[in-house]
């Protein structure tokens, strides 16, 4: 299986476009979103081409293959115009042999660690500042974001297939 994951797409649709036209180019099996879909939050600039009902209409097209968990600006509201579940605040699941919690990070995240074992791994968005690292024996990874990228990072996501994470650049 190949997964695409992706975070922070803030209602971007110049990027949330890219991240759609990347996701169909890489032939991945679904798409992982790690939340903060529509608004851009009162800590944020706009993002280019800032038009949440176009990225609606761009992430419903795929609303099947999405796994979505719900970010600090996903609300109920959002809900109800997403094809796809995006409120809930975790998922889990396999990655070859190792078990990832998925979560957007402004909860637990690799500085907060929910209920894990050493060996897993948890994968977060939030803070739009990629990261790869082992941390206490749990491997924590962060795609950074897909439209407003921090830290002098590029706007981006992840592949992951057959054991190995890559980086997407947008």
């Known amino acids: ?3 695409m994951i992706a975070s ?3 209602g ?3 990027y949330a476009e890219k991240l759609m036209d990347s996701y169909k180019e890489s032939g991945a099996d679904r798409l992982v979103l790690l939340g903060d879909l529509l608004y851009h939050g009162p800590r944020n600039d706009l993002p280019r081409d800032y ?3 176009k990225v609606i209409e761009l992430l419903n097209a795929a609303a099947d293959e999405i ?3 719900r970010g600090n600006c996903d609300t109920e509201v959002d809900q109800m115009v997403l094809d796809f579940p995006i409120l809930a605040d975790y998922a889990v699941i396999m990655l070859g042999d190792r078990l990832f919690y998925l979560t957007h990070g402004h909860k637990y995240g690799a500085d907060n660690f929910p209920n894990i ?3 897993d791994g948890i994968i977060q968005g939030h803070t739009h500042v990629p990261m790869y690292e082992e941390r206490g024996g749990v491997l924590c990874i962060n795609p950074g974001s897909v439209s407003i990228p921090k830290e002098g990072s590029a706007h981006r996501c992840l592949i992951w297939e057959n054991g190995i994470f890559t980086e997407v650049e947008l």
């Open 51 to 53: 038009a949440p009902k």
């Open 67 to 69: 796994l979505c968990v």
């Open 1 to 3: 299986m190949k997964i």
């Open 117 to 119: 074992k050493r060996g």
């Open 12 to 14: 971007s649709a110049y």
């Open 8 to 10: 922070d797409i803030h």
